[in-house]
């Protein structure tokens, strides 16, 4: 699926497939975290592997006060107990499909807001 470019400046999506999402400047394999100014691949791989420990260092870098979770194929939902510990670091949660959380993320970018994208 492609997207139209936002803005240079920011990591917007320009496409996305099953294994991969290739922004304006990069590819990077899939799972991996997106936010404004930061992207990169990381090594959680299922919800199960969520927790404030792991999205710390991925917060730090980009402020951000939304994570879209993109789960995949379909359309998965985080444990109630990691919504409140993530919600605890001051970061509210929404997941969908990786399509869906792409495009989302691209409109919410756009609007400047502070959203970062987990696509798992």
Same mark, same amino acid.
């Given at each position: 699926?492609?997207?139209?470019? %936002? ?5 917007? +999506?320009? $496409?996305?497939?099953?294994?991969? !999402?290739?922004? #304006? *400047?990069? %590819? ?5 975290? +997106?936010? $404004?100014?930061?992207?990169?691949? !990381?090594?959680? #791989? *299922? ?74």
């Amino acid at each position: 699926m492609e997207f139209n470019q %936002q803005e240079a400046s920011h990591n917007s +999506i320009v $496409s996305v497939e099953e294994y991969h !999402v290739n922004l #304006a *400047h990069t %590819q990077l394999k899939i799972p991996c975290f +997106i936010s $404004s100014h930061h992207c990169c691949e !990381v090594d959680m #791989a *299922h919800l199960d592997d969520i927790d404030k420990v792991s999205l710390f260092p991925l917060s730090n870098q980009d402020d951000i006060d939304l994570l879209i979770i993109g789960t995949g194929t379909t359309h998965q939902f985080l444990h109630p107990k990691q919504q409140v510990s993530i919600r605890k670091m001051g970061i509210g949660t929404e997941s969908m499909n990786n399509k869906s959380a792409c495009r989302s993320f691209n409109l919410l970018l756009s609007d400047a807001r502070s959203v970062g994208l987990l696509l798992l």
